[in-house]
């Protein structure tokens, strides 16, 4: 095992409880669906969140697995996958949690877990441009993310701060497409393995 084998390998098991406490809240709310309404706004978010992390999964591994390991990186790698898990666990309420509608939940905690998910995503940010290590090799890292860091904040800070309904499922909505359009176009591009 290498050194970020042993890291990822820490790090992934950290994300992927993130998309358990999802799954969880998600079949709760399923198994509860005929005492608490759930809505389109929580069904939202979570699939939001969740490709979120599935994207910030992949982008640790293309752009951590060349750094040394050390414990600093493990720290860091700690601190931004429990901010994941503190955003995912705030999506769905707990069963001791007395709501009828998850759109209600969802109003009550919206705000909170999209700047968690911010904050996250900013965090990855500054620790991508310290990899780069070099001035020219941080630039050209910073240019490279510069469009897709500030759609990200456009349209989920925007899904973050207004009240309006229609603008936080067009902002999620339009996001959420573009995590998807991602995903197939990584599948589509990815060579066949030889056998």
């Known amino acids: 095992m290498t050194a970020f084998e042993f890291f990822f390998s820490f790090y992934g098991l950290l994300l992927g409880l993130s998309l358990a406490a999802i799954a969880t809240g998600a079949a709760r709310a399923f198994k509860h669906r005929r005492s608490v309404r759930i809505g389109w706004m929580t069904p939202l978010l979570a699939i939001f969140a969740a490709l979120d992390i599935a994207t910030f999964w992949d982008a640790a591994w293309t752009n951590f697995r060349h750094l040394p390991y050390s414990y600093g990186l493990l720290v860091a790698g700690l601190i931004v996958a429990l901010i994941y898990f503190i955003a995912a666990a705030l999506i769905f309420p707990d069963e001791t949690d007395e709501v009828t509608s998850l759109d209600d939940h969802f109003w009550a905690n919206r705000r909170a877990v999209l700047t968690l998910l911010i904050t996250t995503n900013m965090l990855a940010m500054a620790v991508v441009l310290w990899a780069g290590q ?49 995903a197939v176009l990584s599948a589509v591009a990815t060579p066949p393995v030889a056998a």
Do not use: C, D, N, Q
């Open 134 to 182: 070099t001035l020219t090799g941080a630039l050209s890292r910073a240019s490279a993310y510069a469009i897709p860091i500030g759609l990200y904040l456009v349209l989920i800070g925007t899904a973050a701060i207004t009240r309006r309904a229609w603008l936080i499922i067009t902002a999620l909505g339009l996001h959420i497409v573009i995590y998807l359009a991602l």
